[in-house]
């Protein structure tokens, strides 16, 4: 699995029992911060995608603001 980040978990039981698998692929000249960002970008556009693109929705689920998540939007191009 080399050149690639793993996550698994869940949410909170009280929120949902849905169970979430991510992989990003990372490249040999990919730094932390391009893997993060990739990272972050990949669990955006999941969350907005689950929320039917509801910025209220999907950043309760991220647990984050709407000010958050749209500037974070707008940093990572989406």
């Known amino acids: 699995m080399a050149g690639q980040f793993r996550i698994e978990g869940s949410f ?3 929120e949902t029992e849905e169970n979430f698998f991510m992989m990003v692929k990372v490249g040999p000249t990919d730094g932390l911060d391009s893997a993060l960002a990739k990272f972050e970008r ?29 500037y974070r939007r707008k940093k990572l191009g989406l």
Request: charged share 30%.
């Open 12 to 14: 909170e039981p009280e």
């Open 42 to 70: 990949q669990m955006i556009q999941n969350a907005l995608q689950r929320n039917k693109s509801s910025i209220e929705a999907t950043a309760k689920e991220l647990k984050m603001t709407r000010h958050a998540l749209s």
